[in-house]
């Protein structure tokens, strides 16, 4: 019987999992892959990831959701907290610079 290698996600990075020695994260790699529609293969090749990582990133991300909507929520509001504390110019606001 093969070795299964338990060690390809980490969670010491920003309280996020991602590959183990790396900065890529699970999240990263399901945008890439399920979201945006990329390779495997190709994004393996990008990261300089062995195939396996990338895939078992997005068995991950399958295996966990919670964690992952959690992680995705956390995200989300991190960004929002950084979108009002932006100093603008007076009478810009966030909202109608996306809507242009």
Same mark, same amino acid.
């Given at each position: ?12 990075? $920003?309280?996020?999992? &991602?590959?183990? #020695?790396?900065?890529?994260?699970? %999240?990263?790699? /399901?945008?890439?892959? *399920?979201?945006? #529609? *990329?390779?495997? +293969?190709? +994004?393996?090749?990008? /990261?300089? $990831?062995?195939?396996?990582?990338? /895939?078992?990133? $997005?068995?991950? /991300? &399958?295996? &966990?959701? %919670? *964690?992952?909507?959690? +992680?995705?929520?956390? %995200? ?8 009002? *504390? ?5 009478? +810009?606001?966030?909202?109608?610079? %996306?809507?242009?």
């Amino acid at each position: 019987m093969a070795k299964r290698d338990t060690r390809r996600i980490a969670h010491e990075r $920003l309280d996020e999992p &991602h590959i183990s #020695g790396r900065r890529i994260s699970v %999240r990263q790699i /399901y945008a890439l892959v *399920e979201e945006r #529609g *990329e390779d495997p +293969v190709a +994004v393996a090749d990008r /990261y300089d $990831l062995d195939v396996a990582s990338v /895939y078992h990133a $997005l068995a991950y /991300y &399958h295996d &966990h959701p %919670r *964690e992952m909507r959690a +992680v995705e929520q956390e %995200r989300d509001t991190t960004m929002d907290t950084i979108r009002d *504390e932006i100093d603008r110019p007076a009478g +810009v606001e966030p909202d109608s610079i %996306r809507d242009e």
